[in-house]
């Protein structure tokens, strides 16, 4: 599992660098920077890392150092030989990225020099806020397969931010559309900015979303616009561990909208109706997917797209007579003679229930294939068309 954020750039490294060896030789202290996994990540001059990192993990989470947001203080323990420590949280827009460990020869340090430790900690996650973080890393488990490893992220996530533990989540899933560039190139850092668990894909952007489920429709509207694409939501869920649920959700859903721009630039998971049972089926299954044979070797015969027509609208319209006739503006008996003539082409009935739903299956899964495109709608994205399942990630 990657441990983020190492490993750093040249530049952030040299800066950290120079600040730890600035606080270290202000306080008299050694010092050293440690990422969230207690992987040394900068060290001051002739400093090794403290040992132990299991140990230190325990002893910090004992505390509740993960959850701090301010320098504190951790007393000697002679039984692991370790010294006494003052521990400075590395955190950016609230998400933790690791800690400042100074170590004294007198143990304690006076207020002004928390404070400045507090300072060197700021100063590190400023020279850290554009490495790669751990946001990415940890909504990929929160989303994974693997039932422990979500269990693991999701408290993770909760020691990091308790106050999400009451806290609904819904996931959003971007799509570029097809003349939109590479969406990697697209405002990123602007579109996930304030959302600390995200993943940047080759085809997509997702975020999990905190919060009241009334606010998606703003935020899901404002990423379309920013990327010139699409955004599917995915279900509003009580608690963090449903997040694969979501995130699989939006994904299905800006499939669908990449394939039936119609739609829209932002659709919701629970408004695709049928078209969620086409969602994740892998790409081959689709091409040879096939509900009513007869009925789909009409799509590309143009003689017969009225009839084609008439009929999915009566269909939509669940076989109400007098509404596909006033939507169509024809005369009831017209529309009698036509459902007529597709019944003797297809040589189905069109009072029977089984067959109906047949002919309406076959003509959504004609719109999601483009088998059976709208006149006048756009070609469908690319990309994220090909899976939704096991994408290759890419770190922002």
Not at 49 to 69: D, E, I, N, Y
Not at 166 to 183: W, Y
Request: with cysteine.
């Amino acid at each position: 599992m990657p441990k983020l954020p190492v490993p750093l750039s040249d530049p952030s490294r040299s800066a950290v660098q120079q600040i730890v060896r600035s606080v270290g030789t202000a306080l008299g202290c050694l010092a050293g920077v440690v990422d969230r996994e207690f992987n040394p990540l900068v060290e001051a001059d002739g400093v090794s890392s403290l040992r132990g990192a299991t140990q230190w993990a325990l002893r910090l989470r004992q505390v509740g150092g993960f959850a701090s947001l301010r320098p504190f203080w951790l007393p000697a323990d002679p039984a692991i030989a370790a010294p006494a420590t003052v521990w400075a949280p590395i955190r950016c827009d609230r998400r933790l990225l690791g800690f400042l460990w100074l170590v004294h020869p007198e143990a304690l340090l006076s207020r002004e020099e928390m404070e400045r430790a507090e300072l060197a900690a700021r100063e590190i996650a400023d020279a850290l806020r554009h490495a790669p973080a751990d946001g990415d890393v940890l909504l990929e488990e929160l989303a994974g397969g693997d039932a422990r490893a979500r269990q693991r992220a999701a408290l993770r996530v909760l020691e990091e931010h308790p106050h999400l533990a009451n806290v609904g989540v819904a996931a959003l899933a971007i799509v570029a559309r097809e003349d939109g560039g590479d969406l990697r190139s697209q405002s990123l850092g602007e579109v996930a900015r304030g959302y600390p668990f995200r993943l940047i894909a080759e085809d997509h952007i997702a975020v999990l979303v905190p919060g009241s489920p009334s606010d998606l429709d703003a935020v899901a509207n404002r990423m379309a616009a920013q990327v010139n694409g699409m955004v599917g939501i995915g279900q509003w869920y009580p608690h963090l561990r449903f997040a694969h649920k979501t995130y699989q959700e939006a994904l299905g859903a800006v499939r669908v909208a990449a394939r039936l721009t119609e739609l829209g630039p932002v659709v919701r998971w629970t408004a695709l109706g049928v078209y969620r049972a086409f969602a994740h089926l892998p790409e081959g299954t689709l091409a040879y997917s096939s509900v009513h044979p007869g009925l789909e070797r009409l799509f590309a015969e143009p003689a017969h797209q009225q009839l084609l027509a008439t009929l999915e609208t009566y269909l939509d319209l669940a076989g109400n007579v007098p509404l596909a006739a006033q939507r169509l503006h024809l005369h009831r008996a017209s529309l009698y003679y036509r459902l007529h003539r597709v019944e003797q082409l297809l040589q189905a009935d069109l009072r029977d229930g089984h067959q109906r739903l047949c002919l309406h299956m076959a003509f959504k899964l004609g719109r999601f294939t483009g088998r059976y495109p709208r006149p006048g709608s756009g070609s469908p994205v690319g990309g994220i068309l090909a899976t939704t399942v096991n994408s290759h990630r890419v770190p922002l």
